[in-house]
């Protein structure tokens, strides 16, 4: 299985410039697809409806968004924007199998005075996969505070950690004459946080290296992919000044739990992409 994960920066790239079919062409070939910033009725890409458009650039697979900030839009002149259009920004999984389920998880905020601080979300999706029922996320934690990101992956790790307890989206289902759902173990936790290895936020996740051991894998603590692979460099990046090209940091990261460890296959990120501020990380699970 191929994943990706790909905040978009509302569809415009390094160049300025909008536009979501170099979006998905860079994204082609990759089954199971996390995206990050993506907007409904949003003045800066013309109050476009991004998950339709970009779901419509992959006809076979199966999709959900998760709008974790709602807004109201004042009526435009002329008829535009529409009475009734609201602002959306959100995260949005796509799979080339079924989403039996999704929920979106509402981070933990506080109130900023002069810096905008949009609510931030998880997007969660169960996904029917040929090995087996697997739980995708999608994340994007917030940008200027670290220790707000540390509260939100504390939040977000103890969610992911009490799914097999809470049972997603929906229990009892019988009540709606529909199957159980799955509750499956394994997890991939792809998205934007905003924090650079090793940073305090980093290691509350994935955990505190040891100086002799380093990490060893353990229940309920989630595995950084490109770290397992040693596909760090020194100078790795997912993220770029638009302008000033030489500012680069890596904010993108996948996390697997335990469970995927061992089926890690290949990992990097993609530089060479221009469709947005941040790079695609790609990372291959084998069966």
């Not at 697997?134 to 103890?158: F, G, M, W």
């Not at 739990?257 to 990120?269: E, F, M, N, P, T």
Request: glycine letters at 10%; aromatic letters at 12%; hydrophobic letters at 40%.
């Amino acid at each position: 299985m191929k994943f990706a994960s790909y905040n978009i920066q509302y569809g415009f790239g390094l160049d300025g410039i909008y536009d979501l079919g170099r979006i998905a062409e860079t994204l082609d070939g990759a089954d199971i697809i996390a995206l990050q910033e993506v907007t409904r009725g949003f003045s800066r890409n013309d109050f476009s409806d991004m998950p339709a458009d970009l779901a419509a650039f992959f006809p076979n697979h199966f999709w959900v968004y998760g709008p974790a900030c709602d807004l109201h839009v004042d009526a435009g002149e002329e008829g535009f924007p529409p009475r009734g259009t609201r602002f959306q920004f959100g995260n949005m999984i796509l799979s080339r199998w079924p989403i039996l389920s999704a929920r979106t998880l509402l981070l933990p905020r506080s109130r900023t005075v002069s810096k905008i601080n949009l609510q931030r979300g998880a997007t969660e999706a169960v996904i029917h996969t040929p090995e087996g029922a697997l739980r995708v996320y999608s994340v994007h934690l917030d940008h200027v505070s670290p220790d707000e990101r540390i509260r939100q992956l504390a939040y977000l790790n103890e969610r992911i950690n009490a799914f097999p307890f809470e049972g997603g989206c929906l229990s009892g289902a019988c009540e709606f004459e529909i199957t159980d759902l799955p509750l499956p173990e394994d997890y991939v936790i792809l998205g934007d946080f905003n924090m650079v290895p090793e940073s305090p936020e980093y290691c509350s996740f994935a955990g505190t290296k040891d100086g002799y051991y380093g990490r060893v894998p353990r229940i309920g603590t989630p595995v950084d992919a490109l770290a397992a692979l040693e596909g760090y460099a020194p100078a790795s990046y997912s993220w770029m000044d638009p302008k000033n090209h030489g500012k680069r940091m890596h904010l993108d990261y996948c996390f697997v739990s335990c469970g995927l460890h061992g089926r890690l296959k290949s990992a990097h990120v993609d530089t060479a992409s221009v469709g947005s501020d941040h790079f695609p990380v790609w990372v291959e699970i084998g069966g």
